[in-house]
């Protein structure tokens, strides 16, 4: 079992940046691949980042990728999001998700087991 705990979450004008980071409980952290989820209002659960338990390979979005960077320190039982460059449509509340699949970096949210409890993402215009 991991229980997962977000912060850094907040609100922040349009091409600012905000650091969000997730902290695991439990032993196994290092074995589950981990990924960020985010909801907006009126919205259905989108993908964002994940990072592989294996060898660290990541995978984005598409709306995300080259203003987002996730990042896992195994020696602290913590995934990281760096966000850069944030637009009014990154408004949500962002999810912390873990996942034991083992195929393919998981980029459905239907994959992952855990989640945490979330951390709003306000960026305004």
């Known amino acids: 079992q991991v229980q997962l705990v977000e912060s850094g979450g907040g609100l922040v004008q349009a091409g600012g940046s905000l650091r969000l980071s997730c902290a695991a409980s439990?032993?196994?952290?290092?074995?589950?691949?981990m990924g960020w989820v985010r909801q907006a209002p009126g919205k259905e659960r989108e993908f964002v980042a994940a990072i592989s338990w294996s060898d660290g390979s990541t995978d984005y979005a598409h709306s995300v990728k080259g203003r987002f960077t996730i990042s896992r320190d195994n020696t602290k039982n913590t995934v990281y999001l760096q966000m850069n460059s944030l637009k009014p449509e990154d408004t949500a509340v962002y999810y912390c998700?873990?996942?034991?699949?083992?195929?393919?970096?998981?980029?459905?949210?239907?994959?992952?087991?855990?989640w945490g409890q979330g951390t709003q993402v306000t960026v305004s215009s």
């Open positions: 998700a873990a996942t034991s699949y083992r195929g393919r970096i998981a980029t459905t949210p239907d994959l992952y087991n855990y």
């Open positions: 439990g032993r196994t952290f290092s074995r589950y691949t």
